[in-house]
């Protein structure tokens, strides 16, 4: 049973449009990362959320997390083709230091 | 530049040979990690290392060992392969076990081996 549950698991949309991922679960996190992975490759962190209700931007994506640390989402505006790849986030405990992935949502951005 | 290497890339093996997957990183970071990658999946946490000598572990460790006998070193080994390990391995390091609870650190990840076990 996956500890974080990401949706949707793929989204396939027009270049100018917007898109959302999120990450959801019943634990509490210390922490919340996103990750991009493209083929062959390894991931990349995105950013870092620590506090709940935080929000971070970076150009045009813009990350969230819950309130009650046990949620988070990633919404990109305007896509473009750049943004296709693999995103994931992980979350970190207060009790040890282990890392948990949800299963990931491929996002394909079409020209 | 700084860097996460992982040996070999690729590897097909049998059932029960032994192998070692090396990973080495030269960022002087503490927490190092294993994870296997499978579809559907995303990324499971294989053993970690918050520092030289300490090591523990993670989500899926049955089948694995690890030693960290070296701050720059880390690396994974299947004493009796089995099929059902053939996954894409990463292994990451990060400057501090508090980059996983919550530092604005980063966690790299090296580039992957794909291990197909026969």
């Known amino acids: 049973t996956q500890l974080l549950e990401q949706s949707p698991q793929f989204l396939s949309i027009q270049e100018g449009e917007n898109l959302t991922v999120y990450c959801n679960s019943s634990?509490?996190?210390?922490?919340l990362q996103w990750y991009r992975q493209e083929p062959g490759e390894g991931p990349v962190l995105l950013v870092t959320?620590?506090?709940?209700?935080e929000v971070k931007k970076l150009k045009r994506l813009t990350f969230q997390f819950g309130d009650a640390r046990k949620d988070s989402s990633l919404h990109i505006t305007a896509a473009q083709p750049g943004d296709t790849g693999l995103y994931l986030c992980?979350?970190?405990?207060?009790?040890?230091?282990?890392?948990?992935f949800g299963a990931g949502t491929t996002v394909t951005v079409r020209a | 530049e700084a860097q996460v290497t992982q040996n070999p890339r690729y590897l097909i093996t049998v059932t029960g040979k032994k192998l070692t997957v090396t990973c080495s990183q030269n960022?002087?970071?503490?927490?190092m990690s294993w994870y296997r990658q499978d579809p559907g999946l995303g990324l499971r946490q294989i053993y970690y290392?918050?520092?030289?000598?300490?090591?523990d572990k993670g989500d899926v460790p049955e089948g694995y060992k690890v030693s960290r006998k070296e701050k720059r070193n880390f690396p994974l080994i299947l004493e009796s392969p089995s099929p059902n390990q053939t996954s894409l391995y990463f292994c990451?390091?990060?400057?501090?076990?508090?980059?996983?609870?919550?530092?604005?650190?980063?966690?790299?990840f090296g580039p992957g081996t794909r291990l197909t076990v026969l």
């Open positions: 959320v620590v506090t709940g209700g």
């Open positions: 960022m002087n970071h503490e927490y």
């Open positions: 634990s509490v996190f210390s922490s």
């Open positions: 992980a979350g970190g405990r207060f009790n040890d230091y282990k890392l948990s």
């Open positions: 990451a390091s990060s400057p501090s076990p508090y980059t996983i609870r919550g530092s604005t650190d980063t966690q790299y």
């Open positions: 290392s918050m520092n030289v000598e300490v090591t």
